[in-house]
């Protein structure tokens, strides 16, 4: 079945250091595929994302290209800063909707921590 | 700037008791989903609802029974909770389905331990 595998953390970079966070996937097809943030005590936003391979998604500084040949969609910033400390989560759609719905299938998370 | 609402942030059940998260979306939404989140193991689907008056199972539903009378609600209930029940719930919704890059919306989050 489809399914997300992230690089395990937890991540701790000073401020303005790079970072990426790997993400790959197993799915049918071309899925689209997102980048989800998690602020402590808040529920998940849509940081970025992809509908298909080659394309660039961008938001805050992050950026993710969609790989096809190496199903990947890693997460980078050139420069993050201590507000970035936070749990992201790469996902994917599936190609095949069932009944309609979509229904996005995650990775097991990312905790980053960024020290001033 | 509602958007997904989710009611009641916080709850400590004991085993056996029932309780039902509501989850409200001003977006005029037509799909609406639970998740659970456990840690290490990213979210899972628990059910999902494609409209007013349907509801589907997901990946994880046992346990868990849902109910969507008005397109703007889906209520998750739990007829008697176990602790393995205790996760962080999120209600989630979005606009269409039609193709797989639509961005789907998240709320808070409702945090429940069941001791």
């Known amino acids: 079945g489809d399914s997300v595998t992230q690089m395990e953390g937890p991540v701790t970079l000073s401020e303005e250091a790079f970072l990426t966070i790997n993400c790959t996937y197993t799915?049918?097809?071309?899925?689209?595929l997102f980048w989800y943030v998690q602020y402590p005590g808040e529920g998940l936003q849509l940081l970025l994302k992809a509908t298909k391979a080659d394309d660039k998604g961008s938001n805050k500084g992050f950026e993710a290209t969609y790989r096809k040949e190496t199903t990947s969609f890693h997460l980078e910033k050139g420069s993050v800063q201590v507000s970035d400390s936070a749990v992201y989560f790469c996902?994917?759609?599936?190609?095949?909707?069932?009944?309609?719905?979509?229904?996005?299938?995650f990775g097991q998370g990312t905790r980053l921590t960024i020290n001033p | 700037n509602a958007g997904v609402t989710q009611t009641p942030k916080f709850r400590v059940l004991k085993t056996g008791q029932s309780m039902t998260l509501l989850c409200a979306q001003d977006m005029n939404h037509e799909y609406m989903y639970w998740y659970r989140q456990d840690p290490g193991m990213g979210l899972r689907l628990i059910h999902y609802s494609v409209g007013e008056g349907t509801t589907a199972k997901g990946e994880v539903p046992d346990g868990y029974n849902v109910s969507r009378l008005k397109k703007q609600n889906f209520l998750l209930g739990l007829e008697s909770a176990a602790p393995s029940q205790t996760s962080v719930y999120f209600c989630a919704s979005s606009l269409s389905a039609k193709h797989t890059g639509n961005t789907i919306y998240f709320g808070e989050g409702s945090w429940l331990t069941v001791v």
């Open positions: 996902a994917l759609s599936p190609l095949l909707i069932i009944q309609g719905a979509q229904k996005l299938v």
């Open positions: 799915a049918t097809g071309y899925p689209s």
